[in-house]
């Protein structure tokens, strides 16, 4: 018998129920489990202008724009891990979603200033530093990407669930500060350095990158039930400026899009134009675009099993007429193999030998602060980039303790994670370690790591004497740590501390 057939309109009415089955959840399930009034206290608490904001944003400027100057990812990382901008960029927003003119209006303060620090700080650090050349670093933070949009809206997307759901932290302010201290510290840079292309450049990208961010806190916001009931009465005039401030922002951020939209589909054209001169065996290895040239530039990388002589000139062509603006196209052609692995085997051999050239560099670079604060010269240090380690026997300097060489490794090995970094200090005397109530004071837990430190790298045994318990005590925190040498000279009953010195090797 065959089936009745579903009556008009079920599927809508199922539909519909879904939909209406989804919003009771969500009101009971999700809204009914935030506290919008405790989230809007705690958020206007955190947005006030104060000096430790001023002071860290500040600093976070600095070490960003020393870490663009050295092309250093790990310096900038540490910046982030200061910047405080999230507080007042995601009061912007949430002060839109709920219509609080005065929340806006103490937000919108607090990130001038703050910016105006960041900037003003970054540019008198350039303006004195003898490095000026534009890194790639720097180059990266110039013009606004659809890739700087995605981690700003991601960003932005974390960090208004995580101040909503209560779990903000370090993590959610260093994932805000990716999208906006760089960019920051790169306009410093252009102001410093009379960089019309670079300031403005860099400038459009942090307020893109700022646009995005306060404008999907306050989209998150107003989904989780933070409305305009939450806030105090307005005047007509406090609301026209929320209004003007929303349109402010999205008018700017939308041209943008635009603007990143019809780059996306140009780069896509440029791609497809170039190869269809090429056969379905070629692979497009590289390709970089110059929107800003009069006339685009064009610079592209082809593996081909066939070299093709007129492609640069029929691509131009066709990219003219479908740009409809000259294009400057150079297209550098690599014969490989016959088969299509050939040109992907080329392709994967390019970009190794490009990330082999860039290792290549970062170590010599490494090898030239190891000597710097080492006070040798470069071929005195020991580098083993399979390995990625570095070594280098420091000179004794002048007034220079242990602790100045632990410190100075410690600088180093901060801006290369991935690397393990040993500098060998000279065998200065090793400090005492202190005892308060039968366990190292906090100075002698400090001691202990600094002895442990030095023995590990003069590679010589450490000899205690002191308290019985003192210096047992001591000996068991050492081989903790991984000494594997410590001896015990003599003990005695009288005095707190223990006093360590240098043994000879193999005694």
């Known amino acids: 018998m065959p089936m009745a057939s579903e009556a008009p309109g079920s599927t809508d009415l199922s539909f519909a129920r879904a939909i209406v089955g989804w919003r009771i959840w969500w009101r009971d399930s999700v809204l009914g489990t935030v506290d919008q009034s405790a989230v809007i206290e705690k958020r206007r608490a955190e947005c006030n202008l104060s000096a430790r904001y001023l002071f860290m944003t500040a600093m976070s400027g600095g070490i960003a724009i020393l870490g663009l100057l050295l092309s250093s990812p ?9 910047s405080p901008l999230m507080d007042p960029i995601m009061g912007l927003g949430f002060a ?27 540019a008198l650090v350039v303006f004195l530093s003898p490095l000026k050349e534009i890194t790639t670093e720097i180059a990266a933070r110039t013009r606004p990407n659809l890739f700087d949009l995605l981690v700003a809206l991601f960003s932005a997307l974390a960090g208004a669930y995580a101040m909503i759901r209560g779990r903000e932290g370090t993590i959610v302010g260093v994932a805000i500060a990716t999208a906006l201290m760089p960019p920051l510290a790169v306009v410093g840079f252009g102001l410093a350095t009379f960089n019309w292309t670079v300031f403005s450049g860099a400038l459009l990208l942090y307020v893109t990158n700022l646009m995005t961010i306060a404008l999907t806190a306050a989209l998150m916001a107003r989904l989780y039930g933070f409305r305009t009931t939450l806030s105090d009465r307005q005047t007509q005039l406090q609301t026209l400026v929320i ?8 008018v700017p951020l939308g041209l943008t899009l635009i603007k990143i939209g019809q780059e996306a589909n140009g780069a896509r054209q440029v791609r497809a134009e170039i190869m269809n001169n090429f056969d379905a065996k070629s692979r ?14 064009i610079d592209a990388t082809v593996f081909t ?6 492609a640069e000139e029929r691509s131009s062509r066709a990219l003219a007429r479908g740009l409809g603006s000259p294009v400057n196209l150079v297209i550098t052609q690599y014969q490989v193999g016959t088969s299509a692995s050939a040109a992907e085997e080329a392709q994967l051999a390019n970009a190794r030998a490009a990330e082999e050239a860039a290792a290549a560099e970062r170590a010599a670079d ?3 602060r190891l000597a710097l604060v080492a006070g040798v010269e470069v071929k005195d240090v020991m580098v083993d980039r399979q390995n990625r380690r570095a070594m280098v026997k420091a000179k004794a300097l002048e007034g220079a ?10 600088r180093i090995a901060a801006t290369e994670p991935e690397w393990k970094i040993e500098l060998v200090p000279p065998p200065r005397a090793l400090p005492s370690v202190g005892f308060d109530d039968g366990e190292p004071s906090e100075a002698g837990q400090a001691a202990i790591k600094l002895i442990a430190w030095a023995a590990k790298r003069v590679d010589a045994p450490v000899k205690l004497s002191g308290p019985t318990e003192q ?17 015990v000279v003599d003990g005695t009953t009288g005095g707190n501390n223990v006093t360590a010195r240098w043994g000879a090797p193999g005694s």
């Open 471 to 487: 210096v047992k005590r001591t000996r068991t925190l050492l081989l903790e740590l991984g000494l594997a040498d410590v001896q």
């Open 243 to 250: 209004v003007v401030a929303f349109v402010g922002l999205a």
């Open 366 to 368: 490494l090898s030239k």
């Open 74 to 82: 790990a310096v900038v990382i540490g910046a982030m891990l200061l």
């Open 96 to 122: 839109l979603a709920t219509g609080d003119y005065k929340w806006l209006r103490k937000s919108a303060k607090s990130l001038a200033w703050g910016t105006v620090m960041a900037v003003g700080l970054c």
């Open 401 to 410: 303790t242990l602790a100045a060489y632990a410190e100075l490794e410690g």
């Open 305 to 310: 099993p066939r070299l093709i002589p007129d």
């Open 284 to 297: 497009l290895s590289a390709m970089e675009i110059n929107w800003d040239a009069e006339p685009i530039s």
